[in-house]
């Protein structure tokens, strides 16, 4: 996923500080295009808990001891979704390609919070710098300043921020 390797820094901004306004004001703008270049690139990490796990194994009609083994792996003491190498990229084992080249997740309904929270992560909301960064990679991620139909306003960005693990 496009930003695994950014660290967390809980000051970049504030999820529950109301008073305090981001660099992007009242919102952002952001439509997934299903390109699935959020879920390829440089070896990382898509952490997810018990409760994930447990959600995972039933979507994929197992039980979660089955999961772990066929897709997780233990990574700095907790777990974390397993890569498939393809083409010099790490992609998440769950990451599909339709024949007319769309790219999605096979999993997509139960997917873990760290997915479903993207690209509203600390690392990439810190700064309209860090922001651009990301969306180098990430067509969804459009100009900062757009008002369009995507438009995410502030206190959804907040809510789904207030969902992301520590962690990233």
């Known amino acids: 996923m496009a930003g695994w390797r950014l660290p967390y820094n809980p000051r970049v901004f504030n999820k529950d500080d109301k008073e305090k306004t981001p660099w992007f ?11 699935g270049n959020c879920c390829t690139g440089p ?5 997810f808990d018990d409760e994930e796990a447990q959600a995972m ?12 083994q066929n897709y997780a792996a233990k990574a700095l003491g907790r777990w974390t979704l397993a890569e498939v190498r393809r083409d010099g ?8 390609e ?3 080249g769309k790219r999605g997740c096979s999993i997509y309904p139960v997917r873990p919070t760290q997915c479903r929270t993207w690209p509203f992560w600390p690392s990439n909301t810190k700064s309209r710098r860090a922001w651009e960064a ?7 991620m459009r100009d900062p300043d757009a008002r369009d139909e ?9 809510v789904i921020m207030s969902e992301n693990p520590e962690q990233l």
């Open 25 to 35: 004001g009242d919102g952002l703008s952001f439509s997934c295009t299903q390109c």
């Open 43 to 47: 070896s990382g990490f898509v952490w």
């Open 57 to 68: 194994a039933e979507h994929l009609g197992m039980d979660v001891r089955a999961f772990l």
């Open 89 to 96: 990229k790490y992609d998440c084992v769950f990451l599909n």
């Open 98 to 100: 339709d024949e007319d």
């Open 134 to 140: 990301s969306a180098k990679t990430c067509p969804g």
């Open 150 to 158: 995507n438009f995410v306003p502030i206190d959804q960005i907040r």
